[in-house]
């Protein structure tokens, strides 16, 4: 099993930066991809950036502003956030997919999700 810790989120300002970060811990796993999703109210969740390997997957809405890396030895993924918009008020998941070893299985994990909220 891993469990995925995030921190940060909170309340900023339009145009201010806030930094999120997650750490994946457990026994006997790898991870192949890590990142973030986000989730508005009455809206379905939606990717925010993901890396995997050497290439990163990044939502058109956000490129530009929000920056992701992985530290592959600490299984470790922040995302610095900045000009933030009200737009990106959402409660973010750190995401990661990890191969089980023991298992020789394929697994998704979320993390509990942080609030971060923009105000106008």
């Known amino acids: 099993q891993v469990q995925l810790v995030e921190s940060g989120g909170g309340l900023v300002q339009a145009g201010g930066s806030l930094r999120l970060s997650c750490a994946a811990s457990?026994?006997?796993?790898?991870?192949?991809?890590m990142g973030w999703y986000r989730q508005a109210p009455g809206k379905q969740r939606e990717l925010v950036a993901v890396?995997?390997?050497?290439?990163?997957n990044i939502a058109d809405s956000v490129k530009g502003r929000f920056t992701i890396s992985r530290d592959n030895a600490k299984n470790t993924v922040d995302l610095q956030m900045n000009s933030l918009k009200p737009e990106d008020t959402a409660v973010y998941y750190c995401?990661?997919?990890?191969?089980?070893?023991?298992?020789?299985?394929?697994?998704?994990?979320w993390g509990q999700g942080t609030q971060v909220t923009v105000s106008s």
């Open positions: 890396t995997s390997g050497g290439s990163t």
């Open positions: 995401y990661a997919e990890a191969l089980r070893l023991l298992l020789r299985s394929i697994g998704d994990y």
């Open positions: 457990g026994r006997n796993f790898r991870i192949n991809a």
